[in-house]
C-alpha cells in the first residue's frame, strides 16, 4: 500500500482542493477516489462532524479505499461510476463539494495487465470495472470495419481510423486481437512513426479506452447528477486530461450559467435559468509540477458553484 501511495501522485492536488473551498463541518464526496491522494487532502480537512464519500469504478481502488479508510466513521465508501452518484442514498442530503478526476489512473496504467498501456505486452482489456462490460478484445473481435473506424476517429481523432480498422478486420481472422503489442504493432505498421517522441498507438489506445468505458456518457451523466446533488454554494471540481473532456465540461458550465448562446447559422439560443458559476478560469498544472509528475502536463482543472436559491432570484429579476 505505502508503495502504491509513493508511485502514486496526485495531480494538481492544491488546487483541486483549494477548489472546493472545504468546510470543516461539510459534506463531500470523491467520485473517482483512485489511490486517495485527494481524498485525503479533503479529509485532513473534516472534523469529526465532517463527511466523505468515497466512489471509484474499479475493484482495486475500493479494494485500496477499504483498506485505508473504512474504519474512519466519516467516510463511507462504493464501488460504483460516479455517473451513478444521485442514486447512491448517501448523497440525498446534499454535497457541499464533488471531485472528479477523470481518465485513467496512474496505477491503471502501471499495472500492466489491465491492458491500458501499449509500452508492455498485456492482455488487450482497458475497462476500469473488470467485473463487468466488454474488454477492448472484445469489442474488436465482433465490430465491423466502420464501427472501429468511427470509433478511433470519434474518440481520438486518429486520421488513419478507416485504414487501421480495416486492418484489424482483415488480420482478426487469422489471429484475434488480444495483446496490447499485437494492437501496438499492426497500428505501427500501418501509421508508421511520423510524430517525434509520440507512439503512432496513442491516439487509438486512447478512442478504445473511452469507447469501452463510455467515459464520455459516465461523465456527461455525472455531471447531471452532480449539479442535482450539490447544496447551494456546493462546489464542482473537475480535472480534465484530453480535449474531449475538458470541452464537455467546459460547454456545462457554460450551459448552466445561464448565459445566452449565440451561433453564427442561427438566432441565438434563449438561456435557462442559470444554476451554477465558473470560478476563475481553467487552470494547468506549473512547470514544477509537470517536472516532477510528466502525466500532469495535460490536465486542465475548471471549478464551478452551484447557485443559491437567492442568487437565482436575483439573477431572474436582473
Same mark, same amino acid.
Given at each position: ?13 492544491? =488546487? ?50 477499504? $483498506? ?18 444521485? =442514486? ?101 505498421? @500501418? ?47 473537475? @480535472?480534465?486530461?484530453?480535449?474531449? =473532456? ?43 509540477? @509537470? ?12 471549478? $464551478? ?12 429579476? $436582473?
Amino acid at each position: 500500500m505505502a508503495e502504491q501511495q509513493l508511485r502514486h501522485i496526485p495531480v494538481m492536488l492544491d =488546487e483541486a482542493v483549494e477548489g472546493l473551498s472545504v468546510q470543516s463541518g461539510g459534506r463531500y464526496l470523491d467520485g473517482t477516489f483512485g489511490r486517495g491522494g485527494h481524498a485525503r487532502a479533503v479529509l485532513s480537512r473534516l472534523d469529526t462532524s465532517g463527511r466523505l464519500l468515497l466512489m471509484d469504478r474499479d475493484p482495486q481502488a475500493i479494494a485500496a479505499a477499504q $483498506a485505508e479508510f473504512a474504519v474512519d466513521p466519516r467516510v463511507s465508501i462504493r464501488h460504483a461510476n460516479f455517473s451513478t452518484m444521485a =442514486e447512491w442514498d448517501e448523497t440525498a442530503a446534499g454535497l457541499d463539494g464533488i471531485l472528479l478526476d477523470l481518465g485513467v489512473s496512474s496505477p491503471q496504467l502501471d499495472e500492466a495487465e489491465r491492458g491500458f498501456s501499449f509500452m508492455t505486452d498485456a492482455p488487450l482489456d482497458m475497462r476500469m470495472d473488470t467485473t463487468q462490460g466488454e474488454s477492448v478484445a472484445d469489442f474488436l473481435a465482433s465490430a465491423t470495419d466502420r464501427e472501429i473506424a468511427d470509433v478511433l476517429w470519434t474518440f481520438g481523432e486518429e486520421r488513419h481510423s478507416r485504414r487501421i480498422a480495416r486492418a484489424i478486420v482483415e488480420d482478426r481472422d487469422a489471429k484475434p486481437f488480444t495483446r496490447t503489442s499485437q494492437l501496438a504493432s499492426l497500428i505501427e505498421r @500501418i501509421v508508421g512513426r511520423r510524430e517525434p517522441g509520440k507512439h503512432p498507438a496513442t491516439r487509438s489506445f486512447q478512442a478504445l479506452r473511452i469507447h469501452v468505458n463510455g467515459e464520455l456518457d459516465s461523465l456527461q451523466q455525472g455531471l447531471n447528477a452532480a449539479l442535482e446533488r450539490l447544496r447551494p454554494g456546493g462546489r464542482l471540481s473537475v @480535472i480534465s486530461f484530453h480535449s474531449l =473532456e475538458d470541452r464537455a465540461v467546459k460547454m456545462f458550465i457554460r450551459d448552466q450559467s445561464g448565459r445566452v448562446q449565440n451561433s453564427r447559422r442561427g438566432p441565438p439560443v434563449a438561456a435557462a435559468a442559470a444554476r451554477l458559476v465558473a470560478i476563475g478560469k481553467a487552470q494547468f498544472p506549473s512547470n514544477a509540477e @509537470i517536472a516532477v509528475n510528466p502525466r500532469s502536463r495535460s490536465a486542465v482543472l475548471r471549478v $464551478a458553484e452551484k447557485l443559491s436559491e437567492q442568487k437565482l432570484s436575483v439573477e431572474g429579476h $436582473a
